[in-house]
C-alpha cells in the first residue's frame, strides 16, 4: 500500500471508529451460521469460510477542473430524460454536495473504492486557479479519492507542477498561501502510465496503483490522452513524451497480472459522445455502445480484455456503457459529464478463487449530485477559508451585462461568448503598436464557462466581477499577433473541420467582421465554402498577408490548427484575460450593459 493509500486509509479507520461499539453490539445479537450457509461460502465469519465473492463498490467522476462551488449557469446543470421522453434541467454539482453524495454512496459497502478519470485540476475557476489549485487538492482529500489519472490539464503549468501536487510543498513564486501553513499535497497518487520523461524514457508518475483489504486487489492503471501536446501549450509538455493509451494499459495489465493483480479497472483520460446528453440515456441500445462514439469505442475494443472496466473523462460527457473487449465480451465503459455534477456508482463481483472481476455481474449508473442535500460542513469550511483570501480580487467588477452570454452552454458553433471574446481580443491588438490585428480566432475549449446575469455574491445582477471573468478565461495565456497570408487563414478554417478536428470539429470564435459559410452537408475540408469568406464584406485575398491575434496556445499551432502555428512577425501582447476585462469597462456601465452578440457570423448548412 503506497503512502496516499496509508493516509487514506488511517482517515477512514478513524472515521469509522465511533460506530465499532454499535457495530459489535449487532454482530453479537447475529444468528450463528447456518450448515447450509457454511456449504455454500455464505458464512457470517466467526472462524467460518469467506464467502467466495465480495461486491466491490467503485465510486468515479472526472473532470471536475477546480469546481469547488457549484457552477453557475448551463454550466452547472444535468439533462435527465423522463418517462415519457421529455427531459428535464436539473442544477447540480459543488464539492460540498460531492462530498455528501460520496459519503452516503459509501454506507454499508466496506469495500468501496473512490476513482477519478483526470482533469482534477486546470482551467479552473478563480477560487481554485488564483493559489494554483492547492485548495482542489485539498478538497480531494477531503473527499477520500483514492487515485485519479492525470488528464491534459495537470500538465498546463508543467510536469514540476504536478509533481509539486502530488508530494506538496509550497509554490515556487506563489510561495504560501497561509501563515504557518505548508501544502502537504495530495494524499492519493496521480497515475501517469502513458506519460514518459524523453531523458529517462520512465513515467513521470506512477503507472499504477494497488488498492488492498482484507485480500482484495483491485489495480488500477492510469493515462491521459495520446494527443495531449496538441491540446497544451509547448511549455506544459515540455521534455515529455506521451504514448499510445491501449499500448500502455496493455503492457502494464500484463505487469499487474505478473503481480497476482487481476483485478483491473483502467482510468482513461479520453472519452466519447454518446447519442443523447441525458446522463440518464441507455447507450446499449439497441445493442452494446451502439449508442456513444469518438475515441473511447476504439480504445475500448483494443484494451486487453485483462482489464474489467474503464472508467474515462475529457468529452465532459455522461455515459455508463458496455463496449465489448478484443474477445467480445462486453466491458464497462464510464464518464460523469464533469464539474462534480454527477458520480458513478459501479459494483464489481470480485472472485475470491480467481482473484478476477466476475464481468458478467458488473452493474453500473450515474447518479445526479443534487444541490437539495445537505453541504458537507468540513467542505462548505474550505470554500469559506480559501473565499476569504480570495475575495478582494475576487469580488472587484469589471463590467456590466444585460442578460446572459453564453459560451460553454451554447448550442450552437459559434457561441456569443465567443464572439465577445475575439473581438475584445481584436480591440486589444489592433492599434498599430498593439499588434495591428485585423481579425482575432479564439479556440472553443479555451472559453470555460458562461456570463451570467444573476449574481453570483452581493455584487448585483448583471455586474462581471473579476472570479467570474476568470472562470471563463482561466489560462492566463498571452496574446500574439501574426502575419498570415489569407491563404493561410483560409487553411486555418479548414482545419475545424477536418483532418485532426474532422471527427469532432471545433469550430473558432471569429471577431467581427469575419463571415464565411460552413456547409456541414459535406465533408472534411470542402465544408468551408471558401468563396464566402470576407473580412468587412471583402473576399479574402489568399495572396494578401493578414494580421491576425490569437492566443499563444492557438498561435502553437494547438488544438489541431497547424496553420496558425505557421505566423510570422509575431508581437506579444497582453493577457487573453486582461484583454476581456478592459474590453468589459470600455463597452459597457450600469446604465448601458453590454447585450450578448448575436452570434451570426458564421452560415451554417446542416
Known sequence: MSAPQKNRAARRVLAAAAGLATVGALVATMPA????????????????????????????????????????GSAGTVTEKQADGTTKTIPAGG???????????????????????????????LLSGLFHDEPTIEALNKIDLDVTTVGNHEFDEGATELARLQNGGCHPTGGCYEKGKKFKGADFPYLAANVTTE????????????????????????????????????????????????ETVNKYAKELERQGVKSIVALIHEGGSPA??????DCDSPGAGDGISGPISDIAK?????????????????????????????????????????????????????????????????HVVSREQPKAKDLTSLIGRWNKLAAPIAAAPQGYIAADINGRGAST??????????????????????????????????IRSDLVHKASGSEGDGVVTYGEAFTVQPFTNMMNAVDLTGEQVIKALQQQVS???????????????????LDMTKSGAARVVTDTVKLNGEAIDPAKTYRVAMNEFLAGGGDGFPALGEGKNKLVGAADLDMLNAYLKANSSAEAPLAPPAADRIKIVK
Not at 95 to 124: C, F, H, Q, W
Not at 417 to 446: H, Y
Open 413 to 446: 458553433p459559434e457561441s456569443p461568448l465567443g464572439d465577445l471574446i475575439a473581438d475584445a481580443q481584436l480591440a486589444g491588438m489592433s492599434p498599430a503598436d498593439k499588434g495591428g490585428a485585423q481579425i482575432a480566432f479564439m479556440n472553443p475549449g479555451g
Open 302 to 366: 483494443g484494451i486487453t480484455p485483462k482489464v474489467d472496466a474503464l472508467v474515462t473523462g475529457h468529452t465532459h460527457q455522461a455515459y455508463a456503457c458496455t463496449i465489448p473487449d478484443p474477445a467480445g465480451n462486453p466491458r464497462l465503459v464510464t464518464s460523469a459529464s464533469s464539474f462534480g455534477k454527477l458520480y458513478t456508482d459501479t459494483t464489481l463481483t470480485y472472485d475470491r478463487r480467481t482473484n478476477d472481476i466476475v464481468r458478467t455481474s458488473v452493474k453500473s449508473a450515474n
Open 276 to 281: 443523447s446528453t441525458a446522463y440518464n440515456y
Open 95 to 125: 464539492v460540498e454536495y460531492l462530498a455528501t453524495s460520496l459519503r452516503d454512496a459509501r454506507k454499508g459497502n466496506p469495500y468501496s473504492i473512490t476513482a477519478a478519470g483526470g482533469d482534477m485540476v486546470g482551467a479552473s475557476p
Open 199 to 246: 531523458k529517462t524514457g520512465k513515467p513521470v508518475l506512477k503507472p499504477y496503483t494497488v488498492w488492498k483489504k482484507n485480500g482484495v486487489k483491485v489495480g488500477f492503471i492510469g493515462v491521459t490522452l495520446e494527443g495531449t501536446p496538441d491540446v497544451v501549450t509547448a511549455e506544459g509538455v515540455k521534455g515529455l513524451k506521451f504514448h499510445d493509451e491501449i
Open 499 to 517: 483532418g485532426s478536428n474532422e471527427a469532432s470539429p471545433k469550430i473558432l470564435q471569429p471577431s467581427k467582421g469575419l463571415t464565411y459559410t
Open 33 to 72: 451460521a447456518t450448515a447450509q450457509d457454511q456449504a455454500s461460502g455464505k458464512g457470517h465469519g466467526h472462524g467460518h469460510q469467506k464467502p467466495r465473492t465480495v461486491d466491490v463498490q467503485l465510486l468515479s467522476f472526472n473532470d471536475l477542473h477546480g469546481n469547488l462551488e457549484a457552477p453557475a
